[in-house]
């Protein structure tokens, strides 16, 4: 047996303020939309991954969800331009990634990160 995806569930009755955050700022896909789930995800293959954890790291509160992106000043720029307040950051931790913390429309504390080592 192989896992070959893993899907976290947003418990919402507003369906549609997904797309603002998830589509129209951080530019995922819409994947799939049957009225009542619409999934948001990448064409291009991802790795699978899940974690367990007792803080956020420099005594952050754990985020909800991580999301790596290429370049993440440019996605801080999109959520500030979009209106989204930023929690944390953007830091620099010492652990290799650049990152800030935003709450997405359904209160989810989401981490938005890039690797800054290789």
């Known amino acids: 047996m192989k896992v070959k995806r893993i899907v976290a569930n947003v418990d919402t009755q507003d369906i549609a303020a997904a797309k603002r ?26 790795s699978i991954q899940i974690s367990f954890a007792s803080q956020g790291g420099s005594d952050t509160p754990i985020p909800d969800l991580s999301i ?21 950051g953007p830091a620099d931790e010492p652990w290799g990634v650049r990152r800030f913390y935003v709450r997405d429309p359904f209160g989810k504390l989401i981490n938005i990160l890039s690797h800054t080592n290789p």
């Open 21 to 46: 955050f998830y589509q129209d700022v951080l530019g995922l896909d819409l994947l799939m939309d049957h009225g009542w789930i619409a999934t948001y995800g990448s064409l291009e293959e991802m």
């Open 68 to 88: 790596e992106v290429d370049d993440v000043d440019a996605a801080l720029e999109r959520m500030n331009l979009a209106g989204f307040p930023v929690e944390y």
